[in-house]
């Protein structure tokens, strides 16, 4: 489901790179510093370390041999290097990075195992942090299309991030990084806006078969997507672009 770069990258790769910056500059964190990149994805969080924090060294770490071949192909550097390897049991020495994060994954794995490894990896003192997208509020992009799915389908509930994803939430972001033994744990909102040239254009944003929204539209017959796409195109301006906010909740935390 998350495996296909190109396929993510056409989603929602866009907004991922647009955000990881202000991330960054939320962490403002000294360089030279050693980082692991927790399920890296496609290298959009790496590149904005690469790019912005003068790193000592960037390791990404992905379950998907397909995100690490992009996120390699974004990052030719020498100081970045990319491992297939899972959240929830790193192969990595105890103490061995000053920082570790995990850009839009905590509500794809175990996370409260994945911190858990993180707090392992992290030197005392080192900052472990993360952020989401806010699947319950407004992050348009998916909320619009979940309130839609559920105005006609029941069944979009047991697929609904919104619903699911109780990791994404400012209050319980902050929870976690407690529980896996943070402190001076603080929580940031990012929003920002996209913009599709038609409402028929956000609609097709979906055939990228990426996420929950994929794995719920394959369930459907032809007729039921019909009904879907009437009630979701509905409720936007049938001319111009239609323009979406998107909001990111990031957590920080110091390794104790």
Known sequence: MWNDAVGYETYVGHWSRAVAPRFLAWLALPARLRWLDVACGTGALTSAILTGCDPEEVVGLDSSSDY???AQGSCREPRARFVVGDANALSVSPKSFDVSVSGLALN?????????EQHRVVRPGGT?????????GEYEFARRFWDAALSIDPRAAAFDPGRKATICREQNLQEALVAAGCAGVETCVFDDSGAFPSREAYWHTFDGRQGSTFEYLSLLTDEQRIRLQASLLSTMDPHGPVKLKIRALAVKGLRK
């Not at 794809?108 to 858990?116: E, G, H, V, W």
């Open 68 to 70: 690490l071949a992009s």
């Open 108 to 116: 794809f794995i175990a996370f409260d195992r994945a911190l858990a």
């Open 128 to 136: 472990i942090a993360a952020y989401v997208w806010d699947y319950a």
